[in-house]
């Protein structure tokens, strides 16, 4: 469902219409078994609070965007246990990791946490 | 939309000036490991298909709250594995609990949500 080719999502962003309309949410009406499924698999991957504190690092770092050396002191954790983290955000389609060179570079699934935001809004 | 009769609650909800100004948000700055952990805390009590189901089941019931009586059936659990989860809901300030007489009424803490919901939005 998050999968990325060079950034292009089989999901895009939707217009606010569609998000009101369409998009399942928390307090409008039951959830089915399969939302909650597919909405309690992504708040698992952000109930950490080193998974939290790294997303937080990357939306701050310049242009948005980190690689695992620029996140390893700020958390105070090695080089493995950082790269097994964002590992989890990326298959959560919290982060998106694009390679360039021998380093890969993290950034921000602005529509996943929209998502999350607009699932748990209630207005 | 959630000040309905008898449900006063201790945390009463942000100005939007508030929630922009002083409340840590995911994507602003790098949360601290306090914020860190407290945001953590509670995307772990949502982060479970069953707790999601119950919340929006509270939500969608009639005047937006209900006994675990209402909710055992709609989850095909029994009510001491109901209760544990609506424990750990409560615990987490997702929900809120009132007894009266000799069931005890779930609605939600609507300023709960709001804050997990801004916290994420990218915006």
Redesign the interface.
């Known amino acids: 469902m998050y999968g990325h080719n060079g950034r292009v999502t089989t999901h895009p962003a939707p217009s606010p219409t569609q998000t009101d309309d369409c998009r399942p949410s ?6 089915s ?1 399969d939302d ?2 597919d ?2 698999r992504i ?2 991957a ?8 790294l ?3 990357v ?2 770092h310049e242009q948005q965007e980190a690689c695992v050396c620029d996140l390893t002191e ?1 958390v105070g954790l090695g080089q493995p246990t950082v790269s097994h983290h964002l590992k989890i955000l990326v298959d959560a389609g919290v982060l998106h990791r694009e390679k360039r060179g021998i380093w890969s570079y993290y950034s ?1 699934e ?1 529509d996943t ?2 998502r ?3 699932f ?4």
Chains 1, 2 share one sequence.
Not at 26 to 31: A, G, K, N, Q, R
Not at 120 to 123: A, H, K, Q, R, Y
């Open positions: 928390l307090t409008v009406s039951p959830l078994l909650a499924q909405f309690a708040f698992k952000v109930a950490d609070p080193t998974r939290l504190r997303v937080s690092l939306a701050a700020p921000l602005a946490l929209n999350l935001s607009a748990l809004s209630p207005e």
